[in-house]
Nanobody
Framework: QVQLVESGGGLVQPGGSLRLSCATS????????MGWYRQAPGKQRELVAV???????EYADPVKGRFTISRDNAKNTVLLQMNSLKPEDTAVYYC?????????WGQGTQVTVSS
């Protein structure tokens, strides 16, 4: 059974940092493109960052220079280090695994940036 479990969300003040983790099971992790997405209230889900099986990385413009995505193929885990957080980063953050037409999502973790 495929599982993606996000953790690390929470409440943080503007300018603070959080590190999100997505632990996977039931997939050959090293073959998958892994991504982080987010959905704010009343808005569509949007891409935050993606890392391919070969390590190619892309970031959405709003997070460039502040967020860092990485993967650990030995631990079947993808991380998202978020620095210099802003109130507009508040959202539910989702992990996605993709391989061809196969897509799997986690349940999400809430990130709230507020003073």
């Amino acid at each position: 059974q495929v599982q993606l479990v996000e953790s690390g969300g929470g409440l943080v003040q503007p300018g603070g940092s959080l590190r999100l983790s997505c632990a996977t099971s039931g997939i050959i992790f090293r073959l998958y493109t892994m991504g982080w997405y987010r959905q704010a209230p009343g808005k569509q889900r949007e891409l935050v960052a993606v890392i391919t099986s070969s390590g190619t990385i892309e970031y959405a413009d709003p997070v460039k220079g502040r967020f860092t995505i990485s993967r650990d193929n030995a631990k079947n885990t993808v991380l998202l280090q978020m620095n210099s957080l802003k109130p507009e980063d508040t959202a539910v953050y989702y992990c996605k695994a993709a391989l061809g037409t196969i897509m799997r999502w986690g349940q999400g973790t809430q990130v709230t940036v507020s003073s």
